[in-house]
């Protein structure tokens, strides 16, 4: 999104690059002129990318994280107490995302949450005037994604949505070479990911109901009984994850659009299946996926995600 220019920036995850609008100066302007942050989502890519990311820039760009959101008590009193040992006082803590963002003084937001909240808290976020910063991938259907982009090119709000590898030396030397020409006509791209297990078994933990806010969670999801392994790994349930292709495969995706340049595609085919992983978590993500594009630049793209392997 447009912004003006303006003195300072702050680094995600070591990789990503996220510019503060002049609103956000203005309303961080005062005493010591700090820039404060709010963290929605205080699970492993909330607390190890978000927040340690962030806090690596913390003295050198004057920023402070000041208030954390999520459903878990136990993630968000971890979140809030990291705070407490970085600048001498804890976060303010809340289970919803509502409160976080009426919290005084508050400049911008990263979004950590599970992907089928995406939208609903970025779209919030950039209604509250808040420069955002949101996890791929965005949405998990069209009319959230279209809600979620109006709103915040309404609010004149800066928005970046993460992915990995792009600002990669690599990457870009690769971009680099491609555009030189001396690889010639490129016709076909592919990609392949082996992993033992699917992703979301490594998510599975202990969480007891009393701690959790189910119906946060759930956020308009049909209501069901409370199960720790739902609630833990949801990577691995298609009401709340679209499974590894939008989840590994949209790092893959991003990442040849950015090198070769590539629009959007014009036909695309999918198939997936789960061939190994049946168990007692009834997990409905599949465990093998590939999906094929054709692009109108004149190539195919294929990717593969192959969680079947069984245990090693």
């Not at 909240?117 to 919030?124: D, G, R, S």
């Not at 199960?227 to 590894?244: C, L, M």
């Not at 299946?273 to 793209?301: L, N, R, S």
Request: charged share 25%.
């Amino acid at each position: 999104m447009p912004t003006s220019s303006s003195r300072r920036e702050f680094l995600k995850a070591g990789a990503a690059a996220v510019s503060l609008s002049a609103a956000s100066y203005a309303r961080a302007a005062g005493a010591n002129d700090r820039l404060h942050i709010g963290i929605i989502g205080c699970g492993q890519r909330g607390r190890d990318a978000h927040m340690k990311g962030i806090h690596a820039h913390a003295k050198a760009q004057n920023v402070e994280i000041i208030a954390v959101a999520d459903p878990w008590s136990l993630r968000r009193e971890e979140a809030s107490a990291l705070c407490k040992e970085w600048y001498g006082r804890a976060a303010h803590m809340f289970s919803s995302y509502r409160d976080l963002l009426a919290v005084k003084d508050l400049d911008a937001v990263t979004i950590a949450s599970p992907d089928h909240v995406h939208t609903l808290h970025l779209e919030a976020a950039a209604k509250a005037k808040k420069d955002v910063y949101c996890e791929k991938p965005l949405s998990l259907d069209l009319d959230s994604l279209k809600r979620a982009c109006d709103a915040v090119k309404a609010a004149g709000v800066v928005c970046q949505i993460g992915t990995q590898v792009r600002s990669m030396a690599t990457s870009t030397g690769c971009r680099e070479l491609f555009q030189s020409g001396i690889l010639g006509k490129v016709s076909r791209i592919e990609q392949v990911r082996n992993n033992a297990k699917p992703y979301w078994y490594s998510r599975l933990a202990d969480a007891a109901e009393k701690d959790v806010d189910w119906k946060e969670f759930l956020a308009g999801r049909p209501m069901r009984p409370f199960r720790a392994d739902v609630f833990t790994a949801w990577y691995g349930y298609r009401d709340f994850s679209d499974g590894p292709v939008p989840g590994y495969g949209a790092h893959f995706i991003d990442l040849f659009n950015y090198i070769v340049g590539s629009t959007v595609p014009t036909s695309a085919v999918g198939l997936a299946g789960t061939f190994v992983w049946k168990d007692e978590h009834e997990f409905t993500c599949p465990d093998q996926a590939q999906a094929t594009w054709i692009y109108p630049e004149g190539f195919m793209a294929f990717t593969r995600t192959d969680c079947d392997a069984g245990e090693l």
